[in-house]
């Protein structure tokens, strides 16, 4: 599985595909920055299952989970190692 870095620059490149910025940072606020309303989450759900292949439940549905690109990576690496 990729690295951390690599993993927050496909998160991050899913952001910039769906929003109109060119660049956001790793502990950008995307959702209080209005750069994405928040039934976008459900969209970053989707691909984090699908691209780091991890299964999404419970509490790590909290919305904070997905705040920014750091945060989402922190989930990701909590999941992968689990799996």
Do not use: W, Y
Request: aromatic fraction near 8%; proline fraction near 0%.
């Amino acid at each position: 599985m990729a690295d951390s870095a690599g993993n927050r620059e496909a998160i991050r490149e899913f952001i910039l595909d769906n929003i109109s910025e060119s660049s956001v940072g790793d502990d950008e606020d995307i959702f209080e920055r209005g750069l994405v309303r928040s039934m976008f989450v459900m969209q970053l759900v989707l691909f984090v299952e699908q691209e780091f292949g991890v299964s999404i439940t419970g509490e790590d549905l909290q919305f904070d989970n997905f705040r920014t690109i750091g945060r989402i990576d922190e989930l990701v690496s909590r999941k992968l190692a689990t799996v």
